[in-house]
C-alpha cells in the first residue's frame, strides 16, 4: 500500500494544472521515439541511392551499395522498438495474419514486408548477384557457403543475364522510390490522423515526417561513409562527398521551410488550443524544441552547407565541416520526433495543465533497452559490410 501511494505521489509531482486522470502516465515513450527514427533512416538512405541508379547522379557511386546496405541494415530493426513497447511482444505476428483495411498501423505490417521482401532485398540481391557467384567460387570456408546460399541456385553469368539483372534491378529501385515514400509518409499519417490532438493534427504531418527522414538518412550515409573510409585508411572520393552535402542542404531546406509554414499557419489560425501549444513549445518543449531541434540540429547546419555552397576551403576544413553538420543532423531529427512523439502527450486535452516524461535507465522502455536498437543495426551493417563489401565488386572478375 504504501509503495502504491509512493507511486501516485510521484505521478502528481509531475502534473502542472489541470489533467485528467488518464494523462498522468504517458502510453507512448522513448521506443516510440525511436520507430518513426529509424525507418526515416530507412527511407532517407534508399532515397539517397536511388539518385544514383535511377537519377543517373554517377558521382554518388561510390556510395550506391554503402546507403543499399544502410537502409537494409536499420530496416531489419525498424519494427523492434514497436515491439518491445508491446505488453506481448510475442503476438507481433498477428498483425500480418490479421489484416485491417482501416487500420493504418495494420497497413503497415504489409508495408513493410513489401518494402523488405519486394524491394530492398530484392535490389540488393540483384546488384550483388554478379559478385556473389564470383565470391562463391573464389572464397573458403564459411563465406563460401554463404554465398551458395546467396545464389539462390542462380549461377548464370553470361552477358544477357547480366542485363537482365540491371533491367530489373533498376525497375525494382524505381518501384522503391514510392515505396520508400509510403513506408515513412505512413508514419506522419498515423499522428496527423489524430484529430483529439491538435499538436499532431496536421495535413503537412505526412510531408514533414517524409522530408525531415530525407535529412536523416542522407546524413546518416554521409557519416558512414566518413567512418568506413577512416577505418579503411581509404581517401575519401570529395566529389560524391561534395555531392551528398549539397543535397543534404537543399533537402534541409525543404524540411524546415515546411516545418516554419506548419508553425506559420498554427499561428495564423490561433485556434482554442493556440495557448497551450505556445505553453508548451515555451515551457516543457523549449530546451528540445529551440535549442535542440531548431538551433543546433537545423540552423547551424544550414548555415555551415549554405556558406561551403558559396565558399570552397580545403578538403579537411570541408571533412569536418561535413561530418559536424550531418551528426547535427541526425540529433535534431530524433528531437524532432521527440517533441512530435512526446511533446504531443504532455499537454492536457483539457488545455488546462501539462503532464512530464521522465527516462528511466532500466525497464522495457528504459534507457538500456532503447540503446540495444540503435546499436544494433550498426552491428547488422558491420556484418553486411563484411559479407558483401562494396569496395570489393569492382574487383570481382569473372571466370
Avoid: C
Amino acid at each position: 500500500m504504501q509503495e502504491h501511494f509512493q507511486y501516485l505521489y510521484e505521478m502528481l509531482t509531475q502534473v502542472q494544472g489541470y489533467i485528467y486522470p488518464n494523462e498522468i502516465d504517458l502510453q507512448w515513450g522513448l521506443l516510440i521515439v525511436l520507430y518513426p527514427y529509424i525507418t526515416g533512416l530507412v527511407a532517407g538512405a534508399f532515397i539517397l541511392a536511388s539518385l544514383e541508379r535511377v537519377f543517373n547522379v554517377k558521382v554518388l557511386k561510390p556510395t550506391y551499395e554503402l546507403a543499399l546496405l544502410t537502409a537494409l541494415a536499420f530496416l531489419l530493426v525498424a519494427t523492434m522498438p514497436l515491439i518491445s513497447h508491446l505488453g506481448h511482444p510475442e503476438r507481433f505476428y498477428e498483425i500480418m495474419i490479421t489484416p485491417h483495411a482501416d487500420s493504418a498501423m495494420a497497413i503497415f505490417g504489409f508495408v513493410y514486408l513489401w518494402y523488405l521482401m519486394v524491394v530492398l532485398l530484392l535490389e540488393i540481391w540483384f546488384d550483388y548477384r554478379r559478385e556473389i557467384v564470383i565470391w562463391s567460387r573464389q572464397e573458403k570456408g564459411l563465406k563460401k557457403w554463404l554465398y551458395k546460399i546467396l545464389t539462390l541456385g542462380v549461377t548464370d553469368l553470361s552477358p544477357r543475364t547480366l542485363r537482365w539483372d540491371e533491367k530489373i534491378g533498376y525497375f525494382v529501385t524505381v518501384v522503391g522510390i514510392p515505396s520508400a515514400f509510403l513506408l515513412h509518409g505512413y508514419v506522419g499519417f498515423i499522428f496527423g490522423s489524430v484529430k483529439a490532438n491538435p499538436w499532431w493534427s496536421t495535413v503537412l504531418m505526412p510531408v514533414i515526417f517524409l522530408f525531415s527522414a530525407m535529412v536523416s538518412g542522407i546524413a546518416l550515409v554521409l557519416v558512414i561513409y566518413m567512418g568506413v573510409s577512416y577505418l579503411r585508411r581509404k581517401k575519401i572520393d570529395m566529389k560524391a562527398l561534395d555531392t551528398i552535402a549539397k543535397y543534404l542542404f537543399y533537402i534541409l531546406i525543404l524540411d524546415f521551410t515546411l516545418e516554419g509554414l506548419d508553425q506559420v499557419h498554427r499561428i495564423y489560425e490561433a485556434e482554442e488550443s493556440f495557448e497551450i501549444l505556445s505553453l508548451l513549445v515555451h515551457g516543457p518543449l523549449f530546451l528540445t524544441f529551440f535549442i535542440f531541434q531548431i538551433f543546433l540540429g537545423t540552423i547551424i547546419p544550414l548555415v555551415s552547407l549554405g556558406i561551403l555552397q558559396l565558399y570552397k576551403p580545403g578538403e579537411m576544413a570541408r571533412r569536418t565541416i561535413y561530418f559536424i553538420s550531418s551528426i547535427l543532423v541526425l540529433f535534431g531529427i530524433f528531437f524532432m520526433r521527440w517533441n512530435v512523439v512526446i511533446g504531443g502527450q504532455l499537454f492536457s486535452k483539457s488545455f488546462y495543465g501539462f503532464t512530464d516524461y521522465k527516462i528511466r535507465l532500466a525497464g522495457s522502455e528504459g534507457l538500456l533497452w532503447s540503446m540495444v536498437w540503435i546499436i544494433l543495426p550498426f552491428l547488422i551493417l558491420a556484418f553486411l559490410l563484411w559479407l558483401l563489401p562494396p569496395w570489393k565488386k569492382a574487383e570481382a572478375k569473372s571466370i
